[in-house]
């Protein structure tokens, strides 16, 4: 390591920016987040700038003077011009400031890391200079991992910290911010609830005692299968979670993104297989979070798209446990951003239905002549295996056998598969391509078509 990290206090102290253009002004919004004295020094300054100057944040000196550098506990110097950046790098020393010459790791004392900013949480990834897009890459991975809510709620456990000083002996106080910031409490500032989350910290510290872990259960969105398409709140949820329950279609990479130390369950199930049937998982997730642990229900695609997310919350809420969901990215939505097509058009499709076709086998088929629309689009989920009677259905009801069809299967996953072909041919082009679930059948009826005269339905239906 040929550079010590050190958080400098920056309140009250001066930082000169040599330069007028963008570069500087990009230095300047890191430092405009803190409480440091700001000069500029350069002969004419660009909008941003000259803004700081006008509103009194920043003062401006055209020209270099004796006071300039006094006093500074850092440089930036950037102005487009090498040799003047070289000799305000030697004035900037030669007064005792940390020099860093923007773009010349070879002319810096100090470099500026990849900030993600949760004030008063702050973390940096610095690269020596090396590799600054590489900690970029890696402050945004840090950044889905921290809650933009982050620094509030640690600015409040900062100013009870007396009080809980107060309430509780040394040795009682780790359990108490370990139940701060895992409990109640916590999930009540990420949710919103920042007066609630107020309230539990201060009657906890009121009755002197942490209150009992409590239950949770998190009923969370997988996505349809690439880890990048998960959403922040999904994260958050995984590297808090005590214990994980995951589907068939979760993609492993996903469960890297949990703790090491969290149980993972599989509960793959699949169309027709009942080696999970739901009252069990229902049970399992209760029986957990009873024992005052954090679950994790992970699915696949959207909990609240045909995730039997229902019986999970009836089975939470008659046992008094606290049950959200986190919504994840539907395989429609994915299988259409695949395709760089729209789920709707204007003025073709502006009616959008997803359904599905496999029910309970106790149900009746779905009532798919509302379907046959003009101006509708449907994404058939579990539907592959009834391709030929979803087709037969809709060209019955009056759907044209030209209506374009896209089969998706895997989506956004590295087996990934697309083919196009009419409502006519469906049937006949999933045997014919061999497509299995998990896929996507997505039918688009526009109203263009709506003068068509349906053919007479393939064979296969």
């Not at 139940?179 to 107020?198: C, I, K, M, T």
């Not at 046992?319 to 395709?339: D, K, Q, Y």
């Not at 309970?360 to 003009?374: F, G, K, S, T, V």
Request: a negative charge.
């Amino acid at each position: 390591m040929k550079n010590f990290p050190m958080f400098l206090r920056m309140d009250g102290r001066r930082v000169v920016l040599c330069g007028g253009g963008e570069e500087v002004a990009r230095k300047a919004r890191l430092i405009l987040k803190t409480e440091a004295q700001i000069t500029l020094l350069a002969p004419t300054l660009e909008p941003e700038l000259a803004s700081l100057v006008a509103s009194g944040r920043a003062e401006h000196h055209a020209e270099i003077r004796d006071e300039t550098f006094e006093n500074a506990a850092l440089a930036f110097i950037g102005t487009g011009d090498d040799d003047l950046d070289l000799r305000l790098a030697g004035i900037a020393r030669a007064a005792g400031g940390v020099v860093n010459v923007i773009d010349r790791p070879e002319l810096c004392d100090a470099f500026t890391p990849s900030i993600v900013d949760r004030d008063p949480v702050v973390v940096a990834i610095g690269t020596e200079g090396a590799a600054p897009v590489l900690g970029r890459a890696i402050k945004t991975r840090i950044e889905t991992m921290l809650s933009p809510r982050l620094g509030s709620f640690v600015a409040l456990a900062g100013r009870l910290r007396g009080a809980v000083a107060e309430a509780f002996p040394h040795a009682a106080r780790r359990g108490f911010w370990e139940w701060a910031f895992s409990g109640e409490a916590w999930r009540a500032h990420l949710d919103g609830r920042e007066r609630q989350a107020a309230l539990l910290l201060k009657q906890a510290i009121a009755d002197r005692q942490a209150p009992k872990m409590t239950g949770h259960i998190a009923l969370v969105g997988a996505g349809p299968g690439a880890r990048d398409l998960l959403t922040m709140r999904a994260v958050q949820r995984l590297q808090a979670a005590d214990v994980i329950f995951y589907d068939r279609l979760v993609d492993p990479e996903v469960l890297e993104l949990a703790r090491r130390d969290a149980d993972r369950v599989y509960v793959g199930k699949e169309v027709g297989a009942c080696a999970w049937p739901q009252d069990r998982i229902d049970r399992l997730i209760v029986a957990e979070a009873a024992q005052g642990r954090r679950v994790v229900r992970l699915k696949s695609g959207d909990p609240s798209v045909f995730g039997r997310a229902c019986e999970e919350i009836a089975a939470a809420t008659a046992a008094g446990i606290e049950v959200e969901i986190v919504p994840g990215i539907t395989a429609a939505s994915a299988a259409a951003a695949a395709l760089g097509r729209p789920l709707t058009e204007r003025g073709e499709t502006d009616t959008f239905v997803i359904t599905t076709g496999t029910c309970r086998p106790e149900d009746a088929e779905p009532d798919r002549a509302l379907l046959a629309r003009p101006g509708t689009s449907v994404a058939f989920y579990m539907a592959v295996e009834k391709a030929a009677l979803v087709q037969a259905d809709l060209v019955a009801a009056g759907a044209p056998v030209a209506c374009p069809v896209d089969i998706v299967a895997s989506v956004s996953t590295g087996s990934q598969r697309h083919v196009s072909t009419t409502l006519g041919a469906l049937a006949d082009t999933v045997a014919h391509h061999g497509i299995e679930s998990p896929a996507l059948l997505m039918v688009r009826y526009p109203k263009s078509m709506a003068a068509s005269v349906s053919q007479p339905v393939s064979s296969a239906a």
